[in-house]
C-alpha cells in the first residue's frame, strides 16, 4: 500500500514523505473544519435543515478533497465557501424569496457553467483580463461582507431607524460571550494555533452551557444528549437531491446563476495562483501550472456534486497553505483531508447545538482575514481605483455581492471610456459592463 501510495501520488519525486503528506493533511483539516459548523448556520437560516446541510457540507467537502488529490493530484482542499454561502442565503433566498431549493439549481448551473468555462481555452483570458484591482477588491469586498453578517449575528450591531445600523446591547450574557470569543479565538490566531477558528467555536459553545440566553442556556443539548452518531442517511434527504434546476431555468435567474459563477471563478483562480505562487509553481506569463487545468476542472465537479448533495458553492480553501507549510506537496495531503471530512459525519448532531456566539465571531474572523489582498490595492491611477473602491464598500453595505460586482466592473469601464482609455478594457469587462448596461438583473434589491 505504501509503495503504491508513493508511486501513484509520486511523493517521493517531490521530496516528501507520506507521513509528511498526511500530516499535512491533518494540518490542513483543522485550519477549515470550522465550515462544518458555519455552513449550517448560515444555510440554516433559508429553512434547510442544520443536521442534514452538515452532512452534505462534509459529504462536499470529501468529494472535492478526494478528487482533488485522486485526479489532478494536488494538495488543494475544497468546502463550500464562504460568502457565496452568505450570497445564497441572505440574499438570493432571503431578500429575493427565492426557495432553497431553485437556489441549489442556480448552484448546480454555477457549476455547469463553471466546467464548461473550464473546458474551453479561454478561460485564462477570462482570468487576465479582469483587473487586478477588481480581483483584489471583491474578495476584501466579500471579507466585509461575512464580517458584518458575523457582526449582525454576535449581536454586536443591530439595526436602527435613525442610523441604520448601532451598537447593540453588550452587557447582554449572549453578546458579551460572542465578544469574549471573538478575542479568544483572535489570540488563537495570534499564537498561530493551528485550528484556532474550530477551538474557538468549540469552547464557546462549551461555555454557552453555562451563560443565560432569553430561554434558557446559551448552549442546548439536544434531548436525546448525543454529541456523535452515525450519519443518519435519512436526515440527508432533507436536502439531497432537492435542487430544482428547472425551477431556476424558469425564474430566469441570470444575474444570480452569473453571480455564483463570478466569485467562484475569481475565488478558485485566485486561489490556485496564490497556492501555485507560494510553492513556486507558477509559471508568470501565462499564470499557470502544471495540475491547473485539471484542478479547475474537479472544483466545477465539485460545486455541481455539491448542489445535489445540499450545500452551496463548493471551492477550492485558501487555507489549503497550511498544510502545504507542513510540507505537503501532492494529492496525498488532499486525500487526507477528505477522509477527515467523512469521519466528521459523525458529529452532525452537534450542529444543532452550536449556538450564534461560537459561530460569528469565527465570521468575523473570517472576514478580517480574507480583506488581506485589500493592502496591495493600487490606488495611484483612479480609473482602477475608484472601481475596486466601489466594489469594496458596495457589496457590504448593500448586503449583496452582485451588487458589490456590478458597481465595480461597470464602473472601470465607464471610466476607462470618458478618460479616452477604452482600449485597455478587456473583451471580457466589455461583455459585463454591457450585460449590466442593458439592465440585466440591475434591481436586486
Request: some cysteine.
Amino acid at each position: 500500500m505504501l509503495k503504491f501510495l508513493d508511486s501513484h501520488f509520486g511523493v517521493s519525486r517531490t521530496g516528501s514523505s507520506i507521513r509528511t503528506e498526511i500530516v499535512a493533511g491533518v494540518t490542513t483539516f483543522l485550519t477549515m473544519a470550522y465550515i462544518l459548523f458555519l455552513n449550517p448556520q448560515i444555510l440554516g437560516s433559508t429553512g434547510m435543515d442544520p443536521r442534514a446541510v452538515m452532512l452534505a457540507t462534509a459529504l462536499a467537502s470529501a468529494f472535492g478533497c478526494l478528487a482533488m488529490g485522486l485526479i489532478a493530484r494536488l494538495p488543494f482542499a475544497l468546502a463550500p465557501g464562504m460568502g457565496v454561502n452568505a450570497f445564497f442565503a441572505y440574499t438570493v433566498v432571503a431578500q429575493k424569496h427565492i426557495p432553497w431549493e431553485v437556489a441549489l439549481g442556480a448552484v448546480f448551473l454555477d457549476g455547469l457553467l463553471f466546467l464548461i468555462l473550464s473546458l474551453l481555452p479561454i478561460r485564462e483570458r477570462i482570468i487576465r483580463e479582469i483587473p487586478y484591482n477588481l480581483k483584489l477588491a471583491t474578495s476584501g469586498a466579500i471579507g466585509l461582507f461575512i464580517c458584518f453578517i458575523g457582526l449582525r449575528s454576535a449581536g454586536i450591531v443591530e439595526a436602527s431607524e435613525a442610523t441604520l445600523v448601532r451598537m447593540g446591547p453588550l452587557n447582554s450574557p449572549p453578546v458579551a460571550l460572542a465578544v469574549a470569543g471573538l478575542l479568544f479565538m483572535g489570540w488563537l490566531l495570534a499564537r498561530q494555533v493551528r485550528g484556532a477558528l474550530l477551538l474557538g467555536i468549540l469552547a464557546v459553545t462549551v461555555a454557552g452551557l453555562f451563560v443565560p440566553g432569553t430561554q434558557g442556556p446559551v448552549t442546548s443539548l439536544p434531548s436525546g444528549g448525543t454529541l456523535v452518531s452515525m450519519p443518519d442517511l435519512g436526515v440527508l434527504g432533507l436536502v439531497m437531491g432537492r435542487m430544482d434546476v428547472v425551477g431556476a431555468l424558469e425564474m430566469g435567474l441570470v444575474v444570480i446563476v452569473f453571480t455564483f459563477t463570478f466569485v467562484d471563478l475569481f475565488d478558485t483562480a485566485g486561489t490556485f495562483v496564490g497556492l501555485g505562487t507560494r510553492m513556486g509553481w507558477i509559471d508568470r506569463e501565462n499564470q499557470t501550472f502544471p495540475g491547473l487545468g485539471r484542478g479547475l476542472l474537479v472544483d466545477a465537479t465539485a460545486t455541481m456534486f455539491g448542489a445535489f448533495v445540499g450545500t452551496s458553492t463548493t471551492t477550492t480553501y485558501v487555507e489549503s497553505a497550511s498544510g502545504m507549510t507542513e510540507g505537503g506537496r501532492t494529492g496525498l495531503t488532499a486525500v487526507t483531508v477528505g477522509v477527515l471530512f467523512l469521519l466528521a459525519m459523525v458529529f452532525a448532531p452537534m450542529a444543532g447545538v452550536v449556538p450564534a456566539a461560537a459561530t460569528a465571531p469565527a465570521l468575523i474572523l473570517v472576514g478580517f482575514l480574507m480583506l488581506e489582498p485589500v493592502t496591495k490595492l493600487d490606488l495611484t491611477d483612479v480609473t482602477e481605483a475608484l472601481p475596486a473602491f466601489l466594489c469594496l464598500v458596495i457589496m457590504p453595505l448593500t448586503y449583496n455581492i452582485a451588487n458589490g460586482l456590478i458597481w465595480g466592473i461597470t464602473s472601470y469601464a465607464v471610466l476607462k471610456v470618458a478618460t479616452g482609455r477604452w482600449r485597455e478594457v478587456g473583451v471580457t469587462m466589455w461583455v459585463l459592463a454591457v450585460l449590466f448596461a442593458l439592465g440585466v438583473g440591475l434591481d436586486l434589491r
